[in-house]
């Protein structure tokens, strides 16, 4: 039987894969007195006298709100906030199995910026910490600015973000492996959506100076007309060269190769151009930009995707998990830069020199120490940088 078919019959047989478990005994007279009314009215009046008391009597100091629209889900594309239900509750189930954070799916259905933000923004009291998940683009960056913008927890579209700091954490092993300082590679970026668009941001906040993107029309330049808003703003941070043409030609001598695009966009002869020892990232899900024998072929040194059946597997879990686990426990108003860029060097240094090599520049996604690194680099971050509250 293969995945298709076992995932079906097990979604079936599960019938959901997350549950509401009570934390409180409810067997007698005594116990309805003190977990409902009328004992309940006491935490009652302390919440409205100071809000921040909800975090110390109620779950929220715990609980993340895990929310899409349907409109960008798993390479599925828009299939709708119900369907894609079974993707957001998985996601719950990750945040409980890694770092024991609560976790809610909500399916908001609406493709309205508008009606999405205030949404969210009316049931943000409830919770610690918002995940927004598989929201198209360039609407995603619209939400979550605005979210930012009125919420006092932490607003985190996970495709970007989570994406960004494990790339993040990619790029500083393989630099360490190859030699390599960060602040002087020459990195092409395939792909200006929402992951490549925020992977890029957060590269150049970890040091990279020298980044060209390219989309499907070709090298992504500032004046080109054919460029959304967000992309005409990524060409004024890039290709201060003023590249024009298509991937082969931004590739040449490029140091690094990151690709969050289409299947099967590079060949190895493209690889070959490049500089000595070269890194590419290629995780197009679940084929990437090339194979990795492919890209071997050509001369690359190192070599990630996204698939857990090749070495350097690219994922997220090794990212959102702790980060959230870090910026609940300081009950933190915002994931901001430091944090990311904290959990990003937290990723990378549980795999130390004695380990590192070609095959194995990233931690195994059951690696038990990631979590508590990247979770207690974010607490740092967050204090350090003083977003933290307690």
């Given at each position: 039987m293969d995945f298709k078919d076992r995932a079906l019959r097990a979604h079936e047989e599960w019938a959901g894969k997350i549950e509401v478990i009570a934390r409180c005994?409810?067997?007698?007279r005594d116990d309805l007195s003190v977990a409902y009314t009328p004992g309940v009215a006491e935490p009652c009046l302390k919440i409205k006298e100071d809000v921040s008391l909800s975090y110390k009597y109620t779950r929220r100091h715990n609980l993340v709100a895990v929310i899409t629209d349907g409109t960008a889900v798993l390479g599925l594309g828009d299939i709708g906030?119900?369907?894609?239900?079974?993707?957001?509750?998985?996601?719950?189930?990750?945040?409980?199995a890694f770092a024991d954070v609560d976790a809610f799916p909500i399916c908001v259905k609406s493709k309205d910026v508008d009606e999405i933000v205030r949404t969210i923004e009316l049931i943000s009291g409830s919770f610690g910490g918002i995940n927004l998940e598989d929201i198209s683009?360039?609407?995603?960056?619209?939400?979550?600015?605005?979210?930012?913008?009125?919420?006092?927890?932490?607003?985190?579209?996970?495709?970007?973000?989570?994406?960004?700091?494990?790339?993040?954490?990619?790029?500083?092993?393989?630099?360490?492996?190859?030699?390599?300082?960060?602040?002087?590679?020459?990195?092409?970026?395939?792909g200006c959506g929402a992951a490549a668009i925020a992977v890029t941001r957060?590269?150049?906040?970890?040091?990279?100076k020298n980044?060209?993107?390219?989309?499907?029309?070709?090298?992504?330049?500032?004046?080109?007309?054919?460029?959304?808003?967000?992309?005409a703003e990524m060409a004024a941070l890039t290709n201060r060269a003023h590249q024009t043409g298509v991937l082969a030609d931004a590739l040449r001598g490029a140091d690094v190769f990151f690709g969050m695009s289409a299947p099967q966009v590079m060949t190895a002869e493209m690889v070959s151009t490049m500089a000595k020892d070269p890194m590419v990232f290629a995780m197009a899900n679940p084929v990437p930009e090339i194979w990795p024998e492919d890209a071997k072929k050509g001369g690359a040194a190192?070599?990630?995707?996204?698939?857990?059946?090749?070495?350097?597997?690219?994922n997220n879990?090794?990212?959102?998990p702790g980060i959230f686990r870090g910026a609940l426990d300081v009950r933190a108003s915002d994931i901001n830069e430091e944090m990311k860029l904290a959990a990003a060097r937290a990723i990378a240094a549980c795999v130390p020199d004695s380990a590192l090599s070609a095959e194995y520049i990233m931690p195994m996604a059951f690696d038990p120490q990631v979590i508590r690194a990247v979770a207690d680099a974010v607490a740092a971050a967050a204090r350090k940088s003083g977003v933290a509250r307690i």
């Amino acid at each position: 039987m293969d995945f298709k078919d076992r995932a079906l019959r097990a979604h079936e047989e599960w019938a959901g894969k997350i549950e509401v478990i009570a934390r409180c005994a409810v067997n007698s007279r005594d116990d309805l007195s003190v977990a409902y009314t009328p004992g309940v009215a006491e935490p009652c009046l302390k919440i409205k006298e100071d809000v921040s008391l909800s975090y110390k009597y109620t779950r929220r100091h715990n609980l993340v709100a895990v929310i899409t629209d349907g409109t960008a889900v798993l390479g599925l594309g828009d299939i709708g906030p119900e369907a894609g239900m079974p993707v957001m509750e998985g996601k719950c189930a990750l945040f409980k199995a890694f770092a024991d954070v609560d976790a809610f799916p909500i399916c908001v259905k609406s493709k309205d910026v508008d009606e999405i933000v205030r949404t969210i923004e009316l049931i943000s009291g409830s919770f610690g910490g918002i995940n927004l998940e598989d929201i198209s683009a360039p609407r995603c960056f619209e939400i979550e600015r605005r979210l930012k913008a009125v919420c006092d927890i932490p607003v985190f579209h996970d495709d970007q973000h989570g994406t960004a700091v494990c790339c993040g954490a990619a790029l500083l092993n393989a630099c360490r492996l190859t030699g390599r300082k960060v602040e002087e590679i020459k990195m092409v970026v395939n792909g200006c959506g929402a992951a490549a668009i925020a992977v890029t941001r957060f590269l150049m906040f970890l040091g990279v100076k020298n980044i060209t993107m390219v989309e499907r029309f070709g090298i992504v330049c500032e004046g080109d007309d054919r460029l959304n808003p967000a992309q005409a703003e990524m060409a004024a941070l890039t290709n201060r060269a003023h590249q024009t043409g298509v991937l082969a030609d931004a590739l040449r001598g490029a140091d690094v190769f990151f690709g969050m695009s289409a299947p099967q966009v590079m060949t190895a002869e493209m690889v070959s151009t490049m500089a000595k020892d070269p890194m590419v990232f290629a995780m197009a899900n679940p084929v990437p930009e090339i194979w990795p024998e492919d890209a071997k072929k050509g001369g690359a040194a190192v070599v990630g995707t996204g698939r857990s059946d090749y070495p350097n597997q690219i994922n997220n879990v090794l990212a959102f998990p702790g980060i959230f686990r870090g910026a609940l426990d300081v009950r933190a108003s915002d994931i901001n830069e430091e944090m990311k860029l904290a959990a990003a060097r937290a990723i990378a240094a549980c795999v130390p020199d004695s380990a590192l090599s070609a095959e194995y520049i990233m931690p195994m996604a059951f690696d038990p120490q990631v979590i508590r690194a990247v979770a207690d680099a974010v607490a740092a971050a967050a204090r350090k940088s003083g977003v933290a509250r307690i």
